[in-house]
């Protein structure tokens, strides 16, 4: 089945620690990104790619980072530096930014 | 887990009833619109979309309407379902820019 795969479900961090959320796409998508939702909240745009090997800073990308070597995968890296990373974590994909964005079912990151 | 619906407006009403929920959005630059559907632990699902040259558009059960002059948009759902309880949001993109604007939700509650 073409979808976006996110995992783990879910995410424990320890103080200090990198952590890396992963997101792959089996739907010829050009366009990807990484949301964050908090509760209550709507989403807000950390990164996006609209094509490999290129991604820019959302409204809130203090604290993470990405990369896109491979046109399916968009990998997410929640730093040491994002001292509130307590979040659910949402990945989509589209064939560019005039088609609607699909999306994964999330990840949710907690802190030990 | 935590509910993505805590603290958002909630319209409650009973199966087969007919459902309106609103959205107002800031930017009259805006000139593409989504609805996204979120059950709980979930990603947003897709449910229809509309162009800004256009002020209605009508899928299964669904119908969305844009008043450009107000700024407004809405989502109506024809013969509600308990299975259409959920987070809906609403999410626009700005004319010559290639990120979604996504509003806080609205929760539907359908009573059996």
């Known amino acids: 089945d073409g979808g976006i795969t996110q995992s783990p479900k879910y995410l424990f961090r320890k103080e200090g620690q990198n952590v890396t959320l992963s997101c792959e796409q089996n739907?010829?998508?050009?366009?990807m990104y990484w949301y964050r939702q908090d509760p209550g909240q709507g989403l807000r745009l950390i990164y996006y790619?609209?094509?490999?090997?290129?991604?820019q800073k959302g409204d809130i990308a203090e604290g993470y980072s990405v990369s896109r070597e491979k046109k399916e995968s968009f990998p997410l890296t929640v730093t040491s530096a994002q001292k509130n990373p307590t979040a659910f974590y949402l990945c989509?994909?589209?064939?560019?930014?005039?088609?609607?964005?699909?999306f994964g079912d999330g990840t949710r990151l907690s802190i030990l | 887990g935590e509910s993505v619906g805590l603290h958002l407006p909630t319209l409650s009403v009973q199966e087969g009833d007919n459902s309106i929920i609103n959205c107002a959005y800031s930017n009259s630059a805006s000139d593409y619109f989504i609805w996204y559907k979120q059950e709980s632990g979930k990603g947003p699902q897709f449910i229809i979309d509309?162009?800004?040259?256009?002020d209605k558009r009508q899928g299964q059960r669904v119908t969305v309407l844009l008043n450009k002059t107000v700024k407004h948009l809405s989502l109506q759902i024809a013969a509600t379902q308990p299975g259409d309880s959920a987070v809906y949001f609403c999410?626009?993109?700005?004319?010559?820019?290639?990120?979604?604007?996504f509003g806080k939700g609205t929760m539907l509650l359908v009573s059996p």
């Open positions: 509309i162009r800004s040259n256009m």
């Open positions: 999410a626009e993109i700005l004319a010559g820019y290639s990120t979604l604007t």
């Open positions: 989509a994909s589209s064939f560019n930014s005039n088609q609607p964005q699909h």
């Open positions: 739907l010829n998508h050009d366009a």
């Open positions: 790619s609209q094509i490999v090997n290129d991604f």
